[in-house]
């Protein structure tokens, strides 16, 4: 007898993600250089090795994790209160908000994806549009779909030197690109409900300034969006000319009950796998809803204790992890940015994250989506993964997301094999 799952199981059952399935397959077979120096060299899955030491340090220092009889008991799921202090102590200290943050309005998730999926639970009905920049982080479109059924539409960012090689491209976003693209879904008679931005951007790199950013917002106003800032790499600007201002720094917001920001210690603190998002909003109604169905989201509390303690060493934190933390992005930047330019790879100008959008147009054998996949092929023919444009709803094919933040000697093997893929790549297409 056959188990029948629901249907919407079902049409989940052969769903697989590509970065989800590409970062598997790396971690499944990783590269290691005693032992297993065959494997995947993954510069595909942003996250950052850079600060592994320091990080190791300070969470195994005696006292960090410390059970007690409180973590025996159930407790707010939407944070416990000495955690949300924390949280809006810290972006009260770095996002400069033009007051400080309030711990009410502060719900701490189980990670950044289980932000979005709060955020189109609570925002948007089955149906709607949330629109969003691309390229982009393509699990923006898994999020806020795969659940609860909200519709995302690309706002294409398009390379205005269409197949021009060598000059500096733009993929720029303005605030009239975003209201032509609302006015267009209008027109076809969709419900458009919200507009979601990262900040600084993935895969851009690019740090929007507070300027643009009330464009945009005053945008959604007028057409009655919510405006959802992710802000998960505000803490990681490497670029010492380039300073990032959070929504939160706004002194006046267009509409603050439509305004929500994401933030998470899976990028700016290095701690993907501890699992800890927040969601920063005015909307008291947001904010009830999310506390009455918290049970869902819930971070440990022994996790959210010891969370809290290295939010509030300040000195940890401003003088030793973050100052490194930056500097640390910075050389690794510079270096592959160097390396990938003796190769012939043009790199977009970029001042935060754990990655550079690469242009690899040059290299295919046809100035297509096959010609690109073609080249993704050969990159993991020779176990070095990188995201094609493609993959990141980027509609002009040959661009790649290289990240950068891995552990250097892993770093280093990864570029080598790149420059070994385009040499082979080179000889190889030229019989095609």
Same mark, same amino acid.
């Given at each position: 007898m056959t188990c029948r799952l629901s249907k919407r199981a079902q049409q989940m059952v052969d769903k697989r993600d590509f970065l989800d399935h590409y970062t598997m397959l790396c971690m499944h077979d990783p590269f290691d250089e005693n032992t297993n120096k065959e494997g995947y060299v993954n510069l595909g899955t942003s996250v950052s090795a850079l600060c592994e030491d320091i990080i190791l340090k300070r969470v195994n220092e005696p006292h960090l994790f410390e059970f007690d009889s409180k973590e025996q008991h159930y407790f707010p799921m939407w944070g416990v209160p000495e955690f949300r202090e924390a949280i809006a102590s810290c972006l009260t200290r770095h996002f400069a908000p033009s007051s400080p943050v309030c711990p009410e309005n502060v719900l701490v998730v189980n990670g950044g994806v289980a932000a979005m999926e709060v955020l189109a639970c609570c925002l948007l009905d089955p149906g709607d549009v949330l629109l969003t920049p691309s390229p982009c982080y393509a699990r923006i479109f898994v999020n806020f779909s795969e659940r609860f059924e909200v519709h995302v539409v690309d706002v294409l960012l398009r390379d205005k030197n269409e197949i021009s090689i060598g000059e500096t491209s733009t993929f720029e976003l303005t605030a009239d690109v975003l209201e032509a693209a609302i006015m267009e879904q209008l027109a076809r008679g969709s419900t458009v409900k919200a507009f979601f931005l990262v900040n600084p951007n993935n895969p851009l790199g690019e740090v929007?300034?507070?300027?643009?950013?009330?464009?945009?917002?005053?945008?959604?106003?007028?057409?009655?969006?919510? @405006?959802? /800032?992710?802000?998960?790499?505000?803490?990681?600007?490497?670029?010492?000319?380039?300073? @990032?201002? /959070?929504?939160?720094?706004?002194p006046s917001l267009p509409d603050p009950q439509r305004t929500h920001v994401i933030w998470s210690f899976s990028k700016d603190m290095n701690l993907a796998g501890i699992r800890i998002g927040a969601v920063i909003t005015q909307n008291k109604d947001l904010l009830h809803v999310v506390k009455n169905t918290s049970m869902y989201t819930a971070v440990p509390a022994i996790v959210q204790k010891a969370a809290t303690k290295l939010l509030n060493d300040a000195v940890w934190m401003d003088e030793v992890f973050l100052p490194i933390h930056q500097q640390r992005l910075c050389e690794a930047a510079h270096k592959t940015r160097s390396t990938l330019a003796s190769l012939g790879v043009e790199v977009r100008p970029a001042q935060a994250g754990f990655f550079l959008w690469a242009d690899f147009r040059r290299f295919l054998p046809t100035l297509n989506h096959d010609g690109e996949l073609a080249l993704f092929k050969h990159f993991m023919a020779r176990k070095v993964y990188v995201t094609p444009g493609s993959e990141m709803r980027c509609a002009d094919p040959g661009w790649f997301r290289i990240v950068f933040s891995a552990a250097p000697h892993i770093l280093e093997e990864g570029l080598s094999r790149i420059a070994d893929t385009l040499k082979e790549f080179n000889i190889t297409k030229q019989d095609l």
């Open positions: 929007y300034g507070p300027k643009l950013v009330l464009q945009l917002m005053e945008v959604c106003h007028r057409y009655g969006l919510h @405006f959802i /800032s992710d802000e998960a790499y505000a803490l990681s600007i490497y670029e010492s000319q380039t300073t @990032f201002q /959070s929504v939160l720094s706004q």
